[in-house]
Protein backbone atom coordinates (compact mmCIF):
# COMPACT_ATOMS: atom_id res chain seq x y z
CA UNK A 1 0.00 0.00 0.00
CA UNK A 2 0.78 3.38 -0.55
CA UNK A 3 1.34 5.93 2.32
CA UNK A 4 -0.84 9.11 1.86
CA UNK A 5 -0.51 12.39 3.41
CA UNK A 6 -3.61 12.61 5.41
CA UNK A 7 -2.22 16.33 7.06
CA UNK A 8 -4.76 17.95 5.03
CA UNK A 9 -7.64 15.63 4.64
CA UNK A 10 -10.54 17.30 6.19
CA UNK A 11 -12.85 14.38 6.88
CA UNK A 12 -9.81 12.45 8.71
CA UNK A 13 -8.58 15.42 11.09
CA UNK A 14 -12.20 15.54 11.72
CA UNK A 15 -12.35 11.83 13.15
CA UNK A 16 -8.97 12.07 14.59
CA UNK A 17 -10.10 15.13 16.40
CA UNK A 18 -12.90 12.77 17.78
CA UNK A 19 -10.44 10.85 18.79
CA UNK A 20 -8.67 13.38 21.08
CA UNK A 21 -11.63 14.06 22.39
CA UNK A 22 -12.79 10.70 23.25
CA UNK A 23 -8.87 10.55 25.06
CA UNK A 24 -9.39 13.21 27.20
CA UNK A 25 -12.85 11.83 28.50
CA UNK A 26 -11.14 9.12 29.05
CA UNK A 27 -7.91 10.13 30.81
CA UNK A 28 -10.09 12.54 32.86
CA UNK A 29 -12.07 9.60 34.23
CA UNK A 30 -8.78 7.62 34.71
CA UNK A 31 -7.51 10.56 36.66
CA UNK A 32 -10.61 10.94 38.66
CA UNK A 33 -10.80 6.80 39.23
CA UNK A 34 -7.48 7.06 40.49
CA UNK A 35 -8.24 9.10 42.81
CA UNK A 36 -11.09 7.31 44.02
CA UNK A 37 -8.74 4.34 44.35
CA UNK A 38 -6.56 6.07 46.68
CA UNK A 39 -9.08 7.04 48.57
CA UNK A 40 -10.50 3.33 49.33
CA UNK A 41 -6.37 1.96 49.63
CA UNK A 42 -6.27 4.90 52.40
CA UNK A 43 -10.36 3.61 54.26
CA UNK A 44 -8.92 0.29 54.10
CA UNK A 45 -5.54 0.60 55.49
CA UNK A 46 -7.79 2.45 58.42
CA UNK A 47 -9.71 -0.37 58.83
CA UNK A 48 -7.12 -2.98 58.46
CA UNK A 49 -9.12 -4.57 55.76
CA UNK A 50 -7.05 -6.42 52.94
CA UNK A 51 -6.08 -4.44 49.48
CA UNK A 52 -6.97 -7.34 47.12
CA UNK A 53 -10.57 -7.31 45.35
CA UNK A 54 -13.27 -7.63 47.49
CA UNK A 55 -16.38 -10.18 46.83
CA UNK A 56 -18.37 -7.51 46.05
CA UNK A 57 -16.00 -5.64 43.68
CA UNK A 58 -15.26 -9.39 41.63
CA UNK A 59 -19.54 -8.62 40.84
CA UNK A 60 -18.71 -5.30 39.92
CA UNK A 61 -15.94 -6.87 37.68
CA UNK A 62 -18.84 -9.60 35.72
CA UNK A 63 -21.40 -6.77 35.18
CA UNK A 64 -18.45 -4.41 33.63
CA UNK A 65 -17.50 -7.40 31.35
CA UNK A 66 -20.92 -8.11 30.80
CA UNK A 67 -21.40 -4.38 29.45
CA UNK A 68 -18.21 -4.17 27.42
CA UNK A 69 -19.65 -7.32 25.43
CA UNK A 70 -23.13 -5.79 24.91
CA UNK A 71 -20.63 -2.38 23.69
CA UNK A 72 -18.99 -5.05 21.23
CA UNK A 73 -15.76 -4.21 22.77
CA UNK A 74 -13.26 -7.73 22.65
CA UNK A 75 -14.26 -10.03 25.24
CA UNK A 76 -11.45 -9.50 27.51
CA UNK A 77 -10.13 -6.56 26.78
CA UNK A 78 -11.76 -4.14 29.55
CA UNK A 79 -10.92 -6.80 31.94
CA UNK A 80 -7.39 -6.38 30.46
CA UNK A 81 -7.38 -2.34 31.13
CA UNK A 82 -9.01 -2.81 34.62
CA UNK A 83 -6.47 -4.98 35.69
CA UNK A 84 -3.97 -2.73 34.67
CA UNK A 85 -5.08 0.18 36.60
CA UNK A 86 -5.69 -2.02 39.83
CA UNK A 87 -2.05 -3.81 39.46
CA UNK A 88 -0.69 -0.14 39.33
CA UNK A 89 -2.64 1.09 42.42
CA UNK A 90 -1.44 -1.57 43.85
CA UNK A 91 2.18 -1.18 43.01
CA UNK A 92 2.08 2.33 43.86
CA UNK A 93 0.64 1.39 47.29
CA UNK A 94 3.83 -1.10 47.76
CA UNK A 95 6.22 1.49 46.73
CA UNK A 96 5.50 3.42 49.42
CA UNK A 97 3.94 6.67 48.25
CA UNK A 98 4.66 9.86 50.04
CA UNK A 99 1.71 10.82 53.04
CA UNK A 100 1.28 13.47 51.23
CA UNK A 101 -0.20 12.38 47.41
CA UNK A 102 -2.73 10.81 49.37
CA UNK A 103 -3.93 13.17 52.09
CA UNK A 104 -5.51 15.46 49.74
CA UNK A 105 -7.30 12.92 47.67
CA UNK A 106 -9.40 11.92 51.17
CA UNK A 107 -10.94 15.26 52.45
CA UNK A 108 -13.04 15.51 49.88
CA UNK A 109 -14.58 11.79 50.73
CA UNK A 110 -13.77 11.20 54.16
CA UNK A 111 -17.29 10.50 55.43
CA UNK A 112 -18.20 8.27 52.41
CA UNK A 113 -18.01 4.68 53.45
CA UNK A 114 -16.03 2.00 51.37
CA UNK A 115 -19.50 0.95 50.01
CA UNK A 116 -20.02 4.54 48.41
CA UNK A 117 -16.55 5.04 46.83
CA UNK A 118 -17.40 1.36 45.13
CA UNK A 119 -20.47 2.51 43.92
CA UNK A 120 -18.63 6.08 42.87
CA UNK A 121 -15.70 3.94 40.49
CA UNK A 122 -18.23 0.91 39.57
CA UNK A 123 -19.95 4.49 37.58
CA UNK A 124 -16.97 5.63 36.83
CA UNK A 125 -15.74 2.32 35.25
CA UNK A 126 -18.92 1.82 33.24
CA UNK A 127 -18.54 5.33 31.52
CA UNK A 128 -14.79 4.60 30.77
CA UNK A 129 -16.02 1.17 29.02
CA UNK A 130 -18.53 3.61 27.23
CA UNK A 131 -16.22 6.45 26.07
CA UNK A 132 -13.68 3.47 24.99
CA UNK A 133 -16.13 1.62 22.98
CA UNK A 134 -17.36 5.20 21.23
CA UNK A 135 -13.56 5.56 20.68
CA UNK A 136 -13.61 2.42 18.65
CA UNK A 137 -16.90 3.41 16.27
CA UNK A 138 -14.12 6.05 15.28
CA UNK A 139 -11.41 3.76 15.26
CA UNK A 140 -13.82 1.86 12.76
CA UNK A 141 -14.76 4.35 10.73
CA UNK A 142 -10.95 5.39 10.22
CA UNK A 143 -10.16 1.95 9.34
CA UNK A 144 -13.02 2.06 6.58
CA UNK A 145 -11.74 4.93 5.10
CA UNK A 146 -8.36 4.26 4.82
CA UNK A 147 -8.64 1.06 3.15
CA UNK A 148 -10.95 3.32 0.76
CA UNK A 149 -7.71 5.30 0.31
CA UNK A 150 -5.68 2.26 -0.04
CA UNK A 151 -3.89 3.54 2.88
CA UNK A 152 -2.04 0.89 5.52
CA UNK A 153 -3.31 0.96 9.07
CA UNK A 154 -0.01 0.97 10.82
CA UNK A 155 1.72 4.97 10.73
CA UNK A 156 4.13 3.87 13.17
CA UNK A 157 5.62 7.97 13.68
CA UNK A 158 1.92 9.05 14.18
CA UNK A 159 1.80 6.79 16.97
CA UNK A 160 4.43 7.50 18.75
CA UNK A 161 3.34 11.20 18.40
CA UNK A 162 0.01 10.48 19.98
CA UNK A 163 1.42 8.15 22.82
CA UNK A 164 3.87 11.00 23.63
CA UNK A 165 0.88 13.22 23.81
CA UNK A 166 -0.86 10.79 26.05
CA UNK A 167 2.16 10.71 28.30
CA UNK A 168 2.44 14.53 28.47
CA UNK A 169 -1.67 14.49 29.21
CA UNK A 170 -0.90 11.76 32.63
CA UNK A 171 1.60 13.59 33.36
CA UNK A 172 -0.44 16.74 33.58
CA UNK A 173 -3.33 15.05 35.16
CA UNK A 174 -1.20 12.93 37.87
CA UNK A 175 -1.87 9.99 36.49
CA UNK A 176 0.76 6.93 36.27
CA UNK A 177 2.95 7.97 32.88
CA UNK A 178 3.84 4.01 32.69
CA UNK A 179 0.07 3.15 33.41
CA UNK A 180 -1.06 5.35 30.68
CA UNK A 181 1.42 4.04 28.05
CA UNK A 182 0.52 0.11 28.79
CA UNK A 183 -3.25 0.71 28.39
CA UNK A 184 -2.87 2.69 25.25
CA UNK A 185 -0.70 0.39 23.65
CA UNK A 186 -3.07 -2.34 24.61
CA UNK A 187 -6.04 0.28 22.82
CA UNK A 188 -3.50 0.65 20.17
CA UNK A 189 -3.64 -3.30 19.74
CA UNK A 190 -7.14 -3.32 19.86
CA UNK A 191 -7.46 -0.38 17.15
CA UNK A 192 -5.43 -2.22 14.59
CA UNK A 193 -6.89 -5.31 14.79
CA UNK A 194 -9.93 -3.20 14.03
CA UNK A 195 -8.43 -1.76 10.84
CA UNK A 196 -6.97 -5.11 9.84
CA UNK A 197 -10.19 -7.13 9.91
CA UNK A 198 -11.42 -4.62 7.60
CA UNK A 199 -12.26 -5.45 4.27
CA UNK A 200 -13.05 -3.43 0.95
CA UNK A 201 -16.41 -4.28 0.20
CA UNK A 202 -17.20 -2.76 3.99
CA UNK A 203 -15.57 0.29 3.24
CA UNK A 204 -17.63 0.84 -0.14
CA UNK A 205 -20.84 1.49 2.22
CA UNK A 206 -18.59 4.07 4.04
CA UNK A 207 -20.47 7.42 4.19
Not at 57 to 81: A, G
Not at 117 to 126: F, P, T, V, Y
Not at 176 to 184: A, F, P, R
Not at 195 to 204: A, G, H, L, V
Request: glycine share 2%.
Amino acid sequence: MKIVNLANDLLMIDMRQSIDHFDTAFLNLLAERTRIVNNIIVLKLEEGIDLQQSDARKEDMKVLIEMSVELKLEQHFFKKILDLVFQNAIMQHEQKIPENSLQGSIIDDKLQSLADLRKRLLNLDKALCIVLAERFCIVKKIGQYKEILNIPPLDPVRWQQVLQHKAETAQMLGINVSLVKEIYNAIHEVALAIEEDIKTPQSNNFP
